[in-house]
């Protein structure tokens, strides 16, 4: 939330996430996507912040009534960053099937409601329109909060419901952020919430991103090593020793040939970046997938081609292997653009207004940080040194925000919200948090319980929110236990007043 941050800046947080028993997915009947639940829409404020402003908006939303009787409990899926929503939502949900699988179970109505800005479901339906001086400037999470809060009365409305039909809030990465502070802010009219891989503390230097990240590749739940962790950054600590020199470069332009175009494009600091900074390729850990089938594709494929061959081959020449060089077997995985690239390449070739469009972007700088730094000390398996802060700080000066800004709002955010022990700032209850110890944003979240009505869960080997995706036969057993966990934390909340 939620690939790195390297699409739309940086990849959003969009990733994936998993678990639960119940009913089978076969069981549920499930139409083709043509015949998904269609949006509809209810009226909510463009402002909730400002007395003053009266206008509105029409806001989407999704309704699966299937197994409602009336007296269910209401589940709420809460979008988030990325695409707008669909009727796959309420149905077969990336970020809430674990909601999705446990609704026939209890009747319950299963409702999703599509964020103010990501995706925006149509022209009509967005808070801003292309004329507005200051499009971005109804774009916070308090926004979308009191959205919610506003949804909630509206629903309650609409289908004729009672303080019987009891609210569950679901999410996963930043949805998962909002469905956790719906209760927090609102426990009046949320009565439980599951926050998946949710990253509830802002911070400015988010070094934890590739600590965890890079670490995901010493685990042996998803076929990693302490070797092959340390083969990695080694390697790329020496591929560090060699740039900028004459010497160093035509090695590792020889060692890298799909890499590197020239040597002369390690003289600069962005050539380097560009070659190592975030890995030689693309290292899976918030979207690692156990079950992919091509080549070097996930942490055990590549931990499998890092280990392999003679003792005697260097940490150097095993990432060459990795990265198709001289005598390689396999082909190479393209590595994402890092956040920091992405915005780079927006910059040079797209228009003002898109770049003042950019959502994720805008609240990294005025809400959250969560700058993706790989730095020298750290645990990054990466060329430490090259991806910093300023590089990140630097695309928020397209909205006139200064890092003390910045940071400025990462202190607010975390005052308002509790960070991690929001049990502290707002008598905060009955929230689940979830996070898998292979996801890059578990870092942020709330790992241990701070307090008995605030529990937590680690679902081993799992990676971004795995265990909030429709259920396969190919998951692993641990997203497997997490979704009977998390159902049966549910069900319990669900039994109490």
């Known amino acids: 939330m939620l690939t790195t941050m390297a699409t739309t800046v940086a990849a959003t947080m969009n990733g994936t996430l998993h678990t ?3 009913t089978p997915q076969h069981e549920l009947r499930l139409p083709p996507r043509s015949a998904f639940p269609a949006a509809r829409y209810f009226t909510t ?6 007395p003053g402003n009266t206008k509105t908006w029409q806001q989407a939303y999704f309704v699966n009534d ?3 009787d009336g007296s269910g409990p209401v589940f709420v899926c809460v979008g988030g960053e990325g695409p707008a929503l669909d009727g796959s939502a309420v149905v077969s949900s990336v970020h809430c099937n674990d909601a999705v699988e446990l609704m026939p179970r209890v009747n319950a109505l299963m409702l999703a409601v599509e964020h103010r800005y990501y995706g925006c479901h149509n022209t009509s339906a967005c808070p801003y329109s292309s ?15 009191a959205d919610l809060a506003t949804f909630h009365s509206f629903a309650t409305r609409e289908f004729s419901l009672t303080s019987a039909n009891k609210w569950v809030s679901f999410g996963g990465s930043y949805p998962g ?3 956790g502070w719906f209760r927090v802010l609102y426990p009046e009219l949320v009565h439980a919430s599951v926050s998946s891989s949710a990253p509830v503390v802002a911070k400015l230097d988010m070094n934890e991103y590739w600590d965890v990240g890079s670490k995901a590749y010493s685990l042996p739940s998803v076929g990693g090593s302490d070797e092959c962790y340390t083969d990695i950054k080694t390697g790329h600590a020496m591929i560090g020793e060699l740039m900028g020199t004459a010497t160093g470069n035509a090695q590792l332009a020889h060692l890298f040939p799909r890499q590197v175009s020239s040597p002369a494009s390690l003289n600069t600091t962005s050539g380097q970046r560009a070659f190592a900074g975030n890995g030689i390729i693309d290292f899976p850990a918030q979207g690692n997938d156990p079950t992919c089938t091509s080549s070097n ?3 055990d494929k590549i931990c499998a081609t890092v280990r392999d061959g003679p003792s005697s081959k260097t940490p150097l020449e095993r990432l060459s292997t990795l990265a198709g060089g001289p005598g390689a077997p396999v082909p190479v995985q393209t590595r994402a653009l890092s956040m920091v690239e992405q915005l780079s390449s927006d910059a040079a070739t797209v228009s003002k207004l898109h770049r003042e469009l950019d959502y994720w972007g805008y609240q990294t700088c005025t809400e959250f940080g969560f700058y993706q730094t790989c730095e020298v000390g750290t645990a990054c398996m990466f060329t430490q040194g090259l991806v910093l802060l300023p590089e990140f700080t630097a695309t928020c000066q397209a909205w006139q925000i ?13 005052a308002f919200y509790g960070a991690d022990r929001p049990d502290l700032a707002r008598n905060a209850t009955r929230i689940l948090y979830v996070n898998g110890n292979v996801d890059p944003w578990s870092g942020l979240s709330i790992l241990k319980s701070p307090s008995p009505l605030l529990p937590t869960l680690m679902v081993e080997g799992a990676s971004h929110h795995a265990w909030t995706h429709p259920a396969q036969p190919s998951d692993q057993p641990s997203v497997v236990a997490a979704k009977q966990a998390i159902n049966k934390q549910v069900l319990a909340w669900l039994a109490e007043p």
């Open 66 to 68: 299937t197994f409602f």
């Open 297 to 299: 594709c996930n942490i």
């Open 131 to 145: 004329h507005d001086s200051e499009p971005l400037r109804f774009l916070s999470s308090r926004q979308a909060l």
């Open 45 to 50: 404020l463009q402002d909730h912040l400002d």
């Open 402 to 414: 200064t890092p003390a800004m910045i940071k400025k709002s990462i202190d607010a955010t975390n």
């Open 177 to 179: 952020m909002l469905a």
């Open 20 to 22: 639960m028993t119940g």
